[in-house]
Structure formats: structure tokens, C-alpha cells
């Protein structure tokens, strides 16, 4: 059972709603940008953008929901990593998804609203600061979302700190949405 939900978390999280998008508009979205909530924002126009980011962070607040029947401990953990590489590594797209951010966010919503809000609130602070004190000037490096989410993911795992469960969950999401944001910045979308 446990391996059926971690092996369906999985399959869920591979649902690029982004590249999904771009498809019902005709186009590989990837051919020019990522295909999470920013980047079909920038291709497609603002309501895709929106429609994608929501139905991405769906994907994960739907693992957490599941995550409840769950028995083994390390389960929980397993489908967050799961959903998040689904998303960054989906199944029905030739392994080419996203950076992870928005099934993170749906996933740890759920499970953890209080600390995930903090986090998010860190996050959009990052962003905020980063964008006013360089991107705005330079439009180089990387972008100001992955920029301030490697901040909120540092707070969310202080914060988780003592919530065993949660913070391993944390834990191996960041490394796999780390792993995602290294293979993009080497250029290989
Ligand atoms: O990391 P993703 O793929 O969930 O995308 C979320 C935002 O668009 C990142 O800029």
C-alpha cells in the first residue's frame, strides 16, 4: 500500500500543468522557458501563468491530502519527494518538468500550513530584495522566484526543525529541487 502511494505521488507530480499549457496552446513551452507558474506567466500571459501555478501546487496539496493512509513512517517523506520529482522529472514528458517550487508549496500547505506560510513570507521577501537590489538592473543570474525560494526552503527546514516527519520530508524535496535548479542553470531544460 505504501508503495503504491509513494509510486502514485509520483505520477501525480508528473502532471507538468505547464507543459500541459503550452500543448493545449499549440507549442513546447520548453523550447523557450521553464514550464512552472513564471515561466508560462512570461510565454503564455498571466491567467495561464496562474491557472499552472495553482494546478501545480494542487498536484502536491492532493499528495498530502493521500499522504493520511499512509502507514510506514518514511512514507510521508517518500511522496513529497515523489510529487516534487514527478513535477521536475515527469514521466509523460521526457523527464523535463520544472524547478519544484509550486508542488513544495501545495504539499506543505496542507501538511504544515502555519510554517509553510512563514516560509512563503521569507520567500517573497528574498524575492522582493533580490529583484530591487540586482535583477531589475542586471537581468542576469538567476531568476528572482529560485532566488528567494532557496530562502524560504531554509527557513521552512529551521522551522520544521523539531518535527521529525516534516523536516525529513523538507529535507529531501530541497535536495531534489536543488539537483533541479543545478541541471537548469547547466542549461540542459
Ligand atoms: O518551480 P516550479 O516549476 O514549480 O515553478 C514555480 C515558479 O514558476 C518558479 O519560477
Keep these: 500500500m505504501d508503495g503504491l502511494l509513494v509510486a502514485l505521488s509520483y505520477l501525480v507530480g508528473s502532471l507538468a500543468f505547464g507543459v500541459i499549457a503550452g500543448l493545449l496552446r499549440g507549442t513546447d513551452i520548453r523550447r523557450a522557458d521553464l514550464p512552472g507558474g513564471s515561466g508560462v506567466f512570461r510565454q503564455l500571459g498571466p491567467a495561464w501563468g496562474v491557472a499552472v501555478a ?13 499522504s493520511v493512509f ?9 511522496m513529497a519527494l515523489g510529487v516534487v520529482a514527478g513535477h521536475t522529472w515527469p514521466l509523460y514528458f521526457g523527464f523535463r518538468g520544472g524547478g519544484g517550487i509550486a508542488p513544495t508549496l501545495g504539499f506543505f500547505l496542507y501538511l504544515r500550513p502555519g510554517p509553510t506560510l512563514a516560509a512563503l513570507g521569507v520567500g517573497l521577501l528574498g524575492v ?6 540586482y535583477w531589475r538592473h542586471t537581468r542576469r543570474g538567476i531568476y528572482p522566484i529560485p532566488f528567494g525560494a532557496i530562502w524560504g526552503y531554509a527557513y521552512l527546514l529551521y522551522a520544521l526543525r523539531t518535527d521529525p516527519k516534516a523536516l525529513s520530508a523538507v529535507l529531501l524535496v530541497a535536495l531534489a529541487v536543488l539537483a533541479r535548479g543545478l541541471q537548469i542553470l547547466m542549461r540542459r531544460r
Design 54 to 66: 495553482l494546478l501545480d501546487m494542487a498536484k502536491g496539496a492532493v499528495v498530502a491530502y493521500l
Design 70 to 78: 499512509a502507514e510506514h513512517p518514511w512514507t510521508v517523506p517518500l
Design 128 to 133: 522582493l530584495l533580490y529583484y530591487l537590489a
